[in-house]
């Protein structure tokens, strides 16, 4: 029988926002960008001594080509272990005139703290730090066991994540799984448990013309890269946004009732949204039902952008000799990355552009948890404790992460909870997160970790 008091550690929580603050404060001050490779070595410095100064727990560092991986344990003797993924890199803050105040000098303002990273991620595993930190003081002994397990290059794809996993998998052993993320409905409404995510695949399309750049006079007689990889592109997907690739949702594992029926349980603010990303209306028109299954169980072709041979190309009359499209195709439960590869260069091939190259830049797999899990049933309790209504529960979120590459392999539950709001502009500037969302998912670790033992 658990007899810690919860209701203890809130207090705590609540008398110490000031420390704690200042705690997560200090971690976005310090650059961590792994994109340019800027201050990694530093952050992971800092997350390191956090875990040691703070919780008493000895930290390792462990290398696998990039930035290091920081894994601690804290061993209690219970019966059930619990572990905390989180990330300490960020994207760059750049352009850097659209901030309202310097990236990396964090600022409180209406009811906000406002810098680079204080959503994606580092808010996240601060809060994680001040609940287990908070959990000790008042307890002594923790009713769980626990694992602190971060990531320097989540936001480059992790490209070490599955070395690392091979590796070390035996250290990422738990009961249940807290990853990254998490957030909050517009307009400071319900509270999101994750249960998963998208896949995500990175890839590159090139096509070459020519040996080398031409004037443009040459386009009456020699073919043009751009348009090749237009025509193809055209190929795959048509103006309704149907995916125009033979077999390539086959492998889409079919819903069943109780996930379409959390699917349609969830809310999402048409209006809201509409007006936040400042559009008129949906793919299609779509509503209601059919927009929510859109967004969590259909897979996508995105284009992000081309590259050719000049950034000058509103002055320059060139004809290029190669060029470049980049797509981002999320995908969902049941496709992998080598499967929809697969697809895209069969119906290339099968469509005349066997010129065209295909090549990976990064992915990761699709990821759902099992929808009753203890671990989710704890959160939904949680959840209606602390915030004080019913918990939003997304059955994968439309982004993508690496916790197939931890979760899926080791077959370990998992959630996602967290910091943002859907207003927290991450990967953005002026990113955010409100205080009292800092201060509600501490909470919530501290009530998970205490009622597990009892479900």
């Given at each position: 029988m658990n007899d810690h008091d919860v209701t203890a550690v809130y207090k705590y929580?609540?008398?110490?926002?000031?420390?704690?603050?200042?705690?997560?404060?200090?971690?976005?001050?310090?650059?961590?960008?792994?994109?340019?490779?800027?201050?990694?070595?530093?952050?992971?410095?800092?997350?390191?001594?956090?875990?040691?100064?703070?919780?008493?727990l000895k930290a390792e560092m462990i290398e696998t080509g990039g930035s290091p991986y920081i894994y601690a344990h804290l061993d209690e003797g219970a019966k059930d272990t619990l572990a905390f993924y989180n990330h300490y890199d960020v994207m760059p803050a750049e352009p850097l005139e659209e901030w309202e105040s310097s990236p990396f000098e964090p600022v409180v303002r209406d009811g906000r703290l406002w810098g680079r990273g204080v959503a994606d991620n580092k808010g996240s595993m601060f809060s994680?730090?001040?609940?287990?930190?908070?959990?000790?003081?008042?307890?002594?002994?923790?009713?769980?066991?626990?694992?602190?397990?971060?990531?320097?290059?989540?936001?480059?794809?992790?490209?070490?994540?599955?070395?690392?996993?091979?590796?070390?998998?035996?250290?990422?052993?738990?009961?249940?799984?807290?990853?990254?993320?998490?957030?909050?409905?517009?307009?400071?409404?319900?509270?999101h448990i994750t249960l998963g995510v998208k896949g995500i695949c990175k890839i590159e399309l090139s096509c070459r013309t020519a040996g080398r750049d031409l004037h443009s006079a040459n386009a009456a007689i020699v073919a043009n890269p751009f348009w090749r990889l237009v025509w193809a592109l055209a190929s795959m997907k048509n103006e309704k946004e149907e995916?125009?690739?033979?077999?390539y949702t086959d492998d889409i594992v079919p819903l069943s009732d109780k996930e379409r029926k959390i699917i349609h349980d969830m809310s999402f603010d048409e209006q809201a949204s509409l007006k936040s990303y400042g559009i008129g209306s949906f793919l299609n028109g779509e509503r209601g039902n059919s927009l929510k299954e859109r967004l969590v169980n259909s897979p996508t072709i995105n284009i992000n952008g081309f590259r050719g041979p000049s950034n000058d190309a509103e002055t320059k009359t060139v004809l290029p000799g190669a060029a470049s499209v980049f797509l981002d195709l999320r995908l969902a439960a049941g496709q992998t990355p080598e499967r929809a590869l697969k697809k895209i260069r069969e119906h290339l091939d099968a469509k005349g552009f066997k010129d065209i190259e295909v090549k990976l830049k990064s992915s990761y797999e699709p990821f759902r948890t099992s929808c009753e899990s203890t671990l989710m049933r704890a959160a939904v309790e949680s959840a209606r404790e602390i915030y004080g209504m019913e918990p939003n529960i997304i059955l994968n979120d439309w982004g993508s992460s690496g916790v197939c590459s931890v979760c899926g392999r080791l077959d370990i539950?998992?959630?996602?909870?967290?910091?943002?709001?859907?207003?927290?502009?991450?990967?953005?500037?002026?990113?955010?997160?409100?205080?009292?969302?800092?201060?509600?998912?501490?909470?919530?670790?501290?009530?998970?970790?205490?009622?597990l033992p009892d479900m």
């Open positions: 929580i609540d008398e110490n926002m000031e420390l704690y603050l200042g705690w997560l404060m200090e971690a976005v001050r310090q650059p961590s960008v792994s994109m340019y490779n800027a201050g990694m070595g530093e952050m992971a410095s800092i997350c390191a001594r956090f875990l040691e100064d703070k919780l008493g994680r730090i001040c609940a287990v930190h908070a959990c000790k003081q008042v307890y002594g002994k923790l009713p769980v066991n626990l694992k602190f397990f971060y990531d320097g290059e989540e936001e480059i794809g992790s490209p070490h994540l599955d070395d690392f996993v091979r590796a070390n998998g035996g250290l990422l052993k738990c009961d249940g799984f807290f990853w990254e993320g998490g957030s909050r409905d517009l307009e400071r409404g319900r509270p995916i125009l690739i033979d077999g539950p998992c959630i996602m909870i967290g910091v943002m709001n859907e207003d927290s502009r991450e990967h953005a500037p002026n990113e955010n997160i409100y205080l009292e969302d800092y201060n509600c998912a501490m909470k919530m670790i501290a009530s998970i970790i205490t009622k």
